[in-house]
């Protein structure tokens, strides 16, 4: 991360998406020896503490070192999502993460990530979550092998997404419940392999809070509009049965004005009179 990383931004609010990002170039650190172990569980601490990009930019400031070919800089702007055919998401390239191991501990890939061709993982009395609904993929099809010791791995598609289990579980599964759900074409495809003991590796098919954010908002919309079309039609039914019950009195007689003739009280007078 550089001082301009986040230029006149430093109140704004980030994102989990954003400090995810910031933790992969921190673990990225620890396997190359930037870091060692005590530094990056207390640049990582820092990490999930922050609430601003103010708070995140300092964490990976002196990231590279000097004399070393830096890698690509994370981006803490806010890049709007592809739309259009899943082409959009098949980027190439060879992945922002290969790998992640939870040791008593956790990881998580998820947000705005490019998956690569071939994704390992292991979990050992921990447990990992791979989240693919915002990434992009470097190929048409990612391969995650995962070893789950007394540990799991939850792993969230995308709608649209084939999936393939060819797991191996002892004592422990991987779950078999989105396997046979054609795909979208174009879009990617999901094998999931490796081995469980004592563990698991579940498989789930989600959309993205955004989209179901929408479909909720379009939800309320449509339920407002069913209600003001119920109530015009309400008030329409009740002025029919106001007609109509001012044509029946227009019928019998009622409800006339002087000039619209006389009542029979009146014709009675008026037959004394001649008498």
Request: glycine share 14%; aromatic share 6%; with cysteine.
């Amino acid at each position: 991360m550089t001082d301009d990383a986040a230029p006149g931004l430093p109140d704004l609010r980030a994102s989990d998406a954003d400090r995810e990002r910031v933790a992969e170039v921190l673990r990225d650190a620890l396997a190359e020896g930037r870091l060692d172990m005590t530094e990056f569980e207390e640049r990582l601490e820092e990490t999930y503490k922050a609430r601003t990009y103010g708070e995140l930019a300092p964490i990976t400031r002196d990231l590279p070192v000097a004399g070393v070919t830096p890698p690509p800089l994370v981006s803490l702007h806010k890049e709007p999502l592809e739309e259009g055919s899943w082409a959009g998401r098949i980027v190439g390239g060879e992945g922002s993460s290969t790998w992640a191991v939870a040791v008593m501990s956790g990881f998580q890939r998820r947000g705005r990530w490019t998956a690569p061709r071939r994704f390992n993982c292991f979990a050992f009395w921990g447990g990992g979550e791979i989240d693919l609904r915002e990434a992009n993929f470097a190929a048409g099809e990612i391969e995650i092998n995962c070893v789950a010791i007394m540990g799991g791995v939850q792993i969230t598609v995308p709608p649209g997404v084939e999936v393939v289990v060819r797991g191996i579980g002892v004592m422990g599964g991987f779950d078999q419940r989105e396997t046979g759900v054609p795909g979208d074409p174009g879009a990617p495809r999901v094998v999931v392999g490796g081995f469980a003991f004592w563990g698991g590796v579940g498989i789930e098919r989600k959309k993205t809070r955004a989209a179901r954010r929408q479909e909720k908002l379009d939800r309320k919309a449509a339920k407002r509009e069913l209600r003001s079309s119920s109530r015009d039609d309400e008030g329409e039914a009740h002025r029919r049965i106001l007609e109509g019950h001012k044509d029946l009195l227009h019928g019998h007689g009622l409800g006339q004005g002087h000039g619209a003739g006389a009542g029979p009280r009146e014709e009675q007078r008026e037959r004394r009179y001649e008498d």
